[in-house]
C-alpha cells in the first residue's frame, strides 16, 4: 500500500526521483501518522471504486464486520459463500467480492468448500476500526435522528386526534345546549300560547253570557210590549 501511494502521489504526480523520510513528516512521530493516513486514505479510496455505489455501504460492513476482530485486533478469515448469504438483502454477490480483491483490500484462497477472503494487511486493521467506529457513530445518530422525527410526527399526529376530539366534544356541548335553548323556548311559547287560549275561551265565554242576556233582555221587552198592547185594546172595548 505504501508503494503504491508513493508511486502514485510522490512519483508520478510531483515527478520525484528520489524518495527520502522527510517527504513523510520532519520527525518518526509525524512520519507514522503520515502512514497511518495513507492506509486510511486507501481504503476509502477503494470503496469510493465499488460500482455501482449503492454497494458501497455493503462492502464496507462486509470488511468492517466481518474480517475483523476487534477486541483481539486482528484478522478473520470468512468464507465467501457465508459472507454473500449475510449480506445478500444488501446486494452481496460474487462480482462485489471480487471487486473488493481486486482493490487489494481483500486477498481470497481456495479451499474444499471455496474461496476463504481475509484482509490483504495487518496495517489495515487499524484504519478499519477507526472506519468502523465511525460508521456505528453516524449509523447510531441517525437511528436517533430517525427517532426523534418518529416521535414528533407521533405527537403531532396523537395531537391532532386529541385536537379533533376536542372539536368534536365542543361541538357537541353546543349542540346539546342549542337544543336545550330551543327546547326552553318551545316550552316558554306553548305555556304562552295555552294562556292565550285560555284568556280567547274566557272573552267567549263572557260574549256568549252577554248575548243571552241581551236576548233575555229583549224578549222581556218584547213581552212587556205586548202586555202593554193587550191592556190598550180591553180599555178600548169598555
Not at 133 to 149: F, M, Y
Request: proline share 3%; net charge positive.
Amino acid at each position: 500500500l505504501i508503494c503504491h501511494h508513493i508511486e502514485n502521489e510522490l512519483v508520478e504526480k510531483k515527478g520525484k526521483t528520489s524518495i527520502l523520510p522527510s517527504d513523510f513528516g520532519p520527525n518518526n512521530n509525524a512520519q507514522i501518522e503520515y502512514f497511518r493516513q495513507v492506509n486510511r486514505g486507501y481504503y476509502q479510496s477503494c470503496i469510493k471504486a465499488i460500482k455501482p455505489p449503492a454497494l458501497q455501504n455493503v462492502a464496507r460492513q462486509i470488511i468492517e464486520n466481518e474480517l475483523i476482530i476487534p477486541k483481539e485486533k486482528r484478522r478473520a478469515t470468512v468464507d465467501g459463500g457465508i459472507l454473500i448469504s449475510r449480506y445478500a438483502e444488501q446486494g452481496a454477490t460474487e462480482d462485489l467480492l471480487e471487486q473488493l480483491k481486486n482493490t487489494y483490500l481483500v486477498r481470497a484462497e481456495k479451499s474444499e468448500r471455496g474461496a476463504l477472503y481475509e484482509l490483504s494487511h495487518d496495517a489495515l486493521i487499524e484504519p478499519l476500526l477507526r472506519a468502523r467506529d465511525e460508521r456505528e457513530q453516524r449509523e447510531l445518530r441517525n437511528r436517533r435522528r430517525k427517532e426523534r422525527l418518529l416521535i414528533m410526527l407521533l405527537t403531532l399526529f396523537l395531537g391532532g386526534i386529541a385536537l379533533t376530539f376536542i372539536r368534536l366534544w365542543a361541538n357537541a356541548e353546543r349542540l346539546a345546549l342549542e337544543k336545550s335553548n330551543l327546547a326552553t323556548e318551545k316550552t316558554k311559547l306553548a305555556d304562552s300560547l295555552g294562556v292565550t287560549l285560555i284568556e280567547l275561551d274566557s272573552t267567549s265565554a263572557e260574549k256568549a253570557r252577554l248575548m243571552v242576556d241581551l236576548q233575555q233582555s229583549y224578549n222581556t221587552l218584547i213581552q212587556s210590549n205586548l202586555r202593554l198592547a193587550n191592556s190598550q185594546v180591553l180599555s178600548l172595548d169598555y
